[in-house]
C-alpha cells in the first residue's frame, strides 16, 4: 500500500483551496527562533481555513520552525556521548545518548529521566517519539518513548543519517509522520564530540498544537475518559488513531483502509476484553494505529485531489466566459458597424431630398466620422478580450505545471518507499543467514533444532549427577563451548526450561527441573555471558517430548533445553515468527521466571516410586551403565 508523505499533503493544503484560493503558510514568514514551546500553548490561527465539502472538514496544516544544533558524526569514528535536555515544556527532563559508528548506520543509546506522562498536555496526546532532523530539515521517526512509572526510559535504535540532531515530542501516537511543536527534549552538544558541530536553521516543520484534531473537541477522543493505569496505551493510541481518521474523513476517502484498522481495533479491544495479555493486544493495536494513520494520509491527498480538480475546473470556466466575451464584443462591435451605415444612408437620403447639396455632404461626413469612433470601440473591445483571453492561457499553464510538480513529488515518495522495502528484505535475509549459522554451530556442541520460538538446543540428564542439579565434566565443556558461541552474538536472549519425567511427585519434579535450569544459567554467566541475557525456568513433568511409560520415554523427558532468540536471527521468544520455515512448533507452557538461586550440588531425595527409569546415553554424552537411573 503507497504512503502518501505528509510533506506532499502540507505543500498541497498550502497551495489551494476547495475554491482554489491561495493560503498563506503558516511556517513561511513566522519563524521562530531557539524555542518554539510557547507556541504549544495556544493554537495559532494563521493560515488555516476550515471549510466543509459535504460533511467532511477541510482545512490547512500549519507548521513552525525551530533552531537546533546537529553533528555530523565520522563514519566508524567510534562512540559519542551528547546530553539530553528538556525544554521549557519540561525542563526537569535529563538524559544523554551514546552514538557509536558502523558501517553504513549509526547505532543510538538513548535514555531519559523526569518524563511526565504525556497525556498531561492534553488528551490528544498519548505518547513520545523520539526524532532525528538531518541539517536539511528532514525529519525521521526513531521509534517510539514509553517513560516507566518514575519517567525513566532507554531506547536502542540505528539511524542511516550521517548529519542529524535528536529532539523529543509529545504525540498523539506513535506512527506520526510529522514532529509537533511539543518539544520536550533536545540534544546539547559537548565541547569534545567526536564530530563536527554544525548550527542549522532547522525548517522542519513542526505540526501546531491540534492539527491532528481539527473538527473534533480533544476532550471527545475514546481515550480521554479511559484509565490510564488499567488500558495499554498501545490500545488507548489506536482509539485515538481510528478516532482521528474518521473525522478526517477517511470513511470517505480511504474507507478499504479505515475498515481494515477497525477491524484490527476490534481485534484488539477483544483481546483485551478476554484479557489476552500486553504482548498480544499491543501487537494488533499497534497495526490498528499504523493503518489508521495510512487512511487519514490517504485521505489528505484525496483531498488535495478534489481541491486541484476544482481549481482546474474553476480556471476553464474562466477562460470559456472570457471567449464567450470576446466573440459577443466582436458581434456588437459589427452590429454597431451595419448600424451605423444604415444610419448614414438614411440621413443621406433624407437630406438630399429636403436640403441642399452642401448641408447633405456635412450630415454624410459627420456620420462617417462617428461610424469611424464606433469602429474604434469595437477594435478596442476586440483587443481587451484577446488580452483576457491571453491571460487566461497563462493561468491555465501554471496550474498544469503545478500538478506537474504533485506528481514528480507522488513519484519520488514510490521510490522512497520501493527502496525501504529492499533494505527490509536485505536485513530480514541476513537475519535468516545469521540463524542458520548459529543453528550449525549449536548442533556441534549439542543437538539443535529450529523452531517457532528459537533454536532450542536440548542437554540430555545424563550431563547431571544422578538426582542432582550439579554438572558432570563433560557438560561443562559442552556449556563453555555454547557460551563461546553466545559471546559471538551479544544481542541474543537465552532461556534455559528444565524438564522431568513422571517418577516422584509434582512438587519435587518440579524443583528438580528448577535447579538444573538454574544451575546451567549460573555456569553460562559465569563463562561470560550478560546476566541480563539469560533466564531459567522449572517446567518439571508439564511438557514430556515422549511417552512417560517407557523407560527410553521417560529418560527422553529428562532433560534442560537452552531456548536461543533474539532479533539478530529474526526470533523472539512468545514473538511472530520469520517468514522462513521452521522445523517444529514448541508448546509453550505460562511460567514464571526464577530469581538467580543459591548454588546448590544436590536436591531433595527422591521420594520412592513404584517405578524406575531406565538410563539410556544421549548423543554426544558417556555412556553409563553402572549408576543408578537418573533424574
Given at each position: ?221 475514546p481515550a480521554t475518559a479511559a484509565d490510564f493505569s488499567k488500558v495499554p496505551l498501545e490500545l488507548l493510541e489506536a482509539r ?392
Amino acid at each position: 500500500m503507497l504512503r502518501i508523505p505528509a510533506s506532499l499533503i502540507v505543500a498541497a493544503a498550502l497551495a489551494f483551496t476547495v475554491q482554489g484560493q491561495e493560503q498563506p503558510s503558516a511556517g513561511t514568514g513566522n519563524r521562530q527562533s531557539s524555542s518554539t514551546d510557547q507556541s504549544s500553548q495556544s493554537q495559532s490561527q494563521n493560515g488555516t481555513a476550515t471549510q466543509q465539502t459535504g460533511e467532511v472538514p477541510t482545512y490547512v496544516v500549519n507548521v513552525v520552525e525551530r533552531t537546533a544544533q546537529a553533528v555530523d558524526y565520522r563514519d566508524r569514528g567510534g562512540s559519542t556521548k551528547i546530553a539530553m535536555r528538556g525544554t521549557t515544556v519540561m525542563p526537569n527532563v535529563t538524559g544523554d545518548a551514546t552514538v557509536t559508528g558502523h558501517t553504513g548506520r549509526l547505532a543510538l543509546n538513548v535514555s531519559l529521566h523526569h518524563l511526565n506522562p504525556a497525556h498531561s498536555f492534553g488528551p490528544q496526546y498519548l505518547t513520545y517519539v523520539l526524532w532525528a532532523i538531518t541539517p536539511e530539515g528532514r525529519p525521521s521517526n526513531l521509534g517510539e518513548v514509553i517513560p516507566n512509572g518514575n519517567g525513566d526510559v532507554g531506547l536502542q535504535v540505528t539511524t542511516g543519517f550521517q548529519s542529524f540532531g535528536l529532539i523529543v515530542t509529545a504525540e498523539p501516537y506513535f506512527a506520526v509522520t510529522r514532529p509537533s511543536d511539543f518539544v520536550v527534549a533536545e540534544n546539547q552538544i559537548p565541547n569534545d564530540v567526536k564530530g563536527f558541530i554544525r548550527s542549522i536553521d532547522v525548517k522542519y516543520e513542526l505540526l501546531r498544537q491540534g492539527e491532528y484534531t481539527t473538527g473534533i473537541d480533544p476532550n471527545q477522543l475514546p481515550a480521554t475518559a479511559a484509565d490510564f493505569s488499567k488500558v495499554p496505551l498501545e490500545l488507548l493510541e489506536a482509539r485515538n488513531a481510528v478516532a482521528i481518521a474518521k473525522q478526517d474523513g477517511a470513511s470517505q476517502y480511504a474507507s478499504d483502509t479505515l475498515d481494515k484498522a477497525e477491524k484490527y481495533l476490534a481485534r484488539a479491544e477483544d483481546y483485551y476484553n478476554r484479557k489476552q495479555g500486553r504482548t498480544p493486544i499491543g501487537t494488533v493495536a499497534r497495526a490498528a494505529t499504523q493503518t489508521a494513520e495510512d487512511a487519514r494520509l490517504l485521505t489528505a491527498d484525496k483531498k488535495q485531489q478534489e481541491r486541484a480538480a476544482a481549481a482546474r475546473q474553476e480556471m476553464e470556466n474562466r477562460i470559456q466566459s472570457a471567449q464567450s466575451q470576446a466573440e459577443s464584443s466582436a458581434q456588437q462591435a459589427q452590429l454597431a458597424k451595419l448600424q451605423a451605415q444604415q444610419e448614414a444612408e438614411q440621413r443621406a437620403q433624407v437630406e438630399q431630398e429636403r436640403e441642399a447639396a452642401q448641408r447633405a455632404q456635412s450630415e454624410a461626413e459627420q456620420a462617417r466620422l462617428q461610424a469611424e469612433q464606433q469602429a474604434q470601440q469595437a477594435e478596442n473591445a476586440r483587443l481587451q478580450a484577446q488580452q483576457q483571453a491571453q491571460q487566461a492561457e497563462q493561468d491555465r499553464q501554471a496550474a498544469l505545471q503545478q500538478q506537474q510538480q504533485l506528481q514528480q513529488q507522488a513519484d519520488q515518495s514510490r521510490q522512497q518507499a520501493q527502496q525501504a522495502e529492499q533494505a527490509r528484505a536485505q536485513l530480514q535475509q541476513q537475519a535468516e543467514q545469521q540463524r542458520t549459522r548459529l543453528l550449525n554451530q549449536l548442533n556441534q556442541v549439542l543437538q539443535t533444532r529450529d523452531t517457532a520460538r528459537g533454536l532450542v538446543a536440548n542437554m540430555p540428564d545424563v550431563l547431571f549427577d544422578f538426582n542432582k542439579a550439579t554438572l558432570r565434566s563433560g557438560a561443562k565443556l559442552r556449556l563453555a563451548k555454547i557460551a563461546g558461541i553466545l559471546l559471538a552474538y551479544p544481542d541474543l536472549k537465552l532461556e534455559i526450561d528444565g524438564f522431568t519425567d513422571n517418577i516422584g511427585t509434582p512438587q519435587y519434579n518440579q524443583v528438580l527441573s528448577e535447579k538444573r535450569a538454574a544451575t546451567v544459567r549460573d555456569f553460562l554467566i559465569e563463562q561470560g555471558v550478560p546476566v541480563n541475557n539469560v533466564m531459567a525456568l522449572g517446567k518439571g513433568q508439564s511438557d514430556p517430548i515422549a511417552s512417560n511409560r517407557s523407560p527410553q520415554g521417560r529418560q527422553q523427558n529428562r532433560r534442560v533445553e537452552l531456548v536461543v532468540s533474539g532479533a539478530a536471527i529474526g526470533q523472539n521468544v512468545g514473538g511472530p515468527a520469520t517468514p522462513a520455515s521452521r522445523s517444529e512448533a514448541e508448546p509453550s507452557t505460562p511460567t514464571t521466571p526464577m530469581a538467580a538461586p543459591a548454588r546448590t550440588n544436590s536436591v531433595p531425595k527422591e521420594p520412592a516410586s513404584g517405578a524406575t527409569p531406565n538410563t539410556v546415553p544421549q548423543t554426544g554424552a558417556p555412556p553409563n551403565t553402572a549408576q543408578p537411573p537418573q533424574r
